[in-house]
């Protein structure tokens, strides 16, 4: 029987379950592939932790959070590189990994298969910033996490006369704070791709004041006023050697309660956009991303990964979900802040 490995890294996101349920149910029903799953990403790879993922394993599982895998940071590349995980492929007797991950992984992912590891991605992430495809799984899931807990913030924010500021996550990209913002009704959105000075969201959050609202402030967590330098201590690296963002809520919360007089209160709604059940849409893209992988290794299209394009899913070279940061392009934040005034 042919066999594939699954394997889900980088931080968990809401549809990774989702995806593993439909490459093994595509896999048997179609194919009659057996599988394994690897834990807790690239570190069961490199260390051989493997868990055989029969098709009982994966019953039910689409509407759960989180990853029945496991996951972890663990860079393949430095962690005993391409011999390993081709020792690790071989002992399994595996034709080829499915890799579910972000940036760095589909980075690894890409690095292992230019050395002939046989490997086919899955683009995952909340961010949504992921270059060859229209749209991540998990994307939906933490806007609607935050939309709910933003719409929260507005009702003790009303009661109080405060001004509410929410941090949301979303890396370098202004996606989940441009669609939560949005969504919720925000009187200002801030994101990194459209620096704006600090007198500009005064001047928003003082004209909400003076149209008898509570202003709300949406900002992106890599979100820097204009003219400021990153203005909070960074936090470190993770282990693709990206710097750990966060800490602009707070600082928003000194500055424009100091600039507006409006007593004013930041929350930073950290992990919680990754966790609980994915939407019924993150359920479906992430199924039949999931269902489309197992096709691709079928074809032997390694190097590829799989991706929305408009309502379809299309197989992409793995090198162009690496090659640039898909962005909130400029369009999208005048037609959000039409809305601010
Ligand atoms: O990439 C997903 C993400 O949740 C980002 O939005 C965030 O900056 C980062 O991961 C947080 O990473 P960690 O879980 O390692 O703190």
């Given at each position: 029987?042919?066999?594939?490995?699954?394997?889900?890294?980088?931080?968990?996101?809401?549809?990774?379950?989702?995806?593993?349920?439909?490459?093994?149910?595509?896999?048997?029903?179609?194919?009659g592939?057996?599988?394994?799953g690897?834990?807790?990403?690239?570190?069961?790879?490199?260390?051989?932790?493997?868990?055989?993922?029969?098709?009982?394993?994966?019953?039910?599982?689409?509407?759960?959070?989180?990853?029945?895998?496991?996951?972890?940071?663990t860079?393949?590349?430095?962690?005993?590189?391409?011999?390993?995980?081709?020792?690790?492929?071989?002992?399994?007797?595996?034709?080829?990994?499915?890799?579910?991950?972000?940036?760095?992984?589909?980075?690894?992912?890409?690095?292992?298969?230019?050395?002939?590891?046989?490997?086919?991605?899955?683009?995952?992430?909340?961010?949504?910033d992921?270059?060859?495809?229209?749209?991540?799984?998990?994307?939906?899931?933490?806007?609607?996490?935050?939309?709910?807990?933003?719409?929260?913030?507005?009702?003790?924010?009303?009661?109080?006369?405060?001004?509410?500021?929410?941090?949301?996550?979303?890396?370098?990209?202004?996606?989940?704070?441009?669609?939560?913002?949005?969504?919720?009704?925000?009187?200002?959105?801030?994101?990194?791709?459209?620096?704006?000075?600090?007198?500009?969201?005064?001047?928003?959050?003082?004209?909400?004041?003076?149209r008898?609202?509570?202003?709300?402030?949406?900002?992106?967590?890599?979100?820097?006023?204009?003219?400021?330098?990153?203005p909070?201590?960074?936090?470190?690296?993770?282990?693709?050697?990206?710097?750990?963002?966060?800490?602009?809520?707070?600082?928003?919360?000194?500055q424009?309660?100091?600039a507006?007089?409006?007593?004013?209160?930041?929350?930073?709604?950290?992990?919680?956009?990754?966790?609980?059940?994915?939407?019924?849409?993150?359920?479906?893209?992430?199924?039949?991303?999931?269902?489309?992988?197992?096709?691709?290794?079928?074809?032997?299209?390694?190097?590829?990964?799989?991706?929305?394009?408009?309502?379809?899913?299309?197989?992409?070279?793995?090198?162009?979900?690496?090659?640039?940061?898909?962005?909130?392009?400029?369009?999208?934040?005048?037609?959000?802040?039409?809305?601010?005034?």
């Amino acid at each position: 029987m042919k066999k594939l490995g699954i394997l889900t890294s980088g931080g968990d996101c809401p549809g990774v379950n989702a995806v593993i349920r439909g490459a093994v149910l595509g896999g048997e029903v179609v194919h009659g592939y057996g599988f394994v799953g690897f834990r807790d990403g690239w570190r069961g790879v490199l260390e051989q932790d493997v868990v055989p993922l029969p098709r009982r394993s994966v019953r039910g599982i689409s509407r759960l959070g989180g990853t029945i895998l496991g996951t972890s940071r663990t860079n393949p590349l430095e962690g005993g590189g391409t011999g390993a995980v081709r020792e690790s492929l071989r002992r399994n007797g595996l034709m080829g990994l499915i890799a579910i991950g972000g940036e760095g992984t589909l980075a690894a992912a890409k690095a292992l298969c230019d050395q002939g590891v046989n490997v086919v991605g899955v683009p995952k992430t909340i961010d949504n910033d992921l270059g060859a495809t229209d749209y991540t799984f998990g994307f939906d899931s933490a806007v609607q996490t935050a939309t709910e807990a933003i719409d929260r913030l507005r009702t003790t924010g009303e009661s109080h006369h405060r001004c509410m500021i929410a941090e949301v996550m979303g890396r370098n990209a202004g996606w989940i704070a441009l669609h939560s913002g949005m969504a919720s009704g925000a009187h200002a959105i801030l994101i990194p791709e459209h620096p704006v000075s600090l007198d500009q969201i005064a001047t928003w959050v003082l004209s909400a004041r003076d149209r008898g609202r509570a202003p709300l402030v949406v900002v992106a967590e890599a979100f820097v006023p204009e003219g400021q330098e990153t203005p909070y201590a960074p936090r470190g690296l993770d282990t693709f050697g990206r710097p750990r963002l966060g800490g602009i809520g707070r600082l928003l919360e000194q500055q424009l309660q100091q600039a507006t007089g409006i007593e004013t209160r930041a929350t930073v709604l950290g992990h919680i956009q990754r966790g609980g059940e994915p939407t019924a849409y993150d359920r479906v893209l992430a199924t039949r991303l999931g269902l489309a992988a197992v096709e691709a290794a079928a074809n032997g299209s390694w190097g590829t990964m799989v991706s929305l394009r408009g309502t379809d899913i299309v197989t992409v070279g793995l090198e162009l979900a690496l090659g640039s940061l898909k962005v909130v392009p400029e369009a999208r934040y005048r037609e959000a802040a039409v809305l601010f005034g």
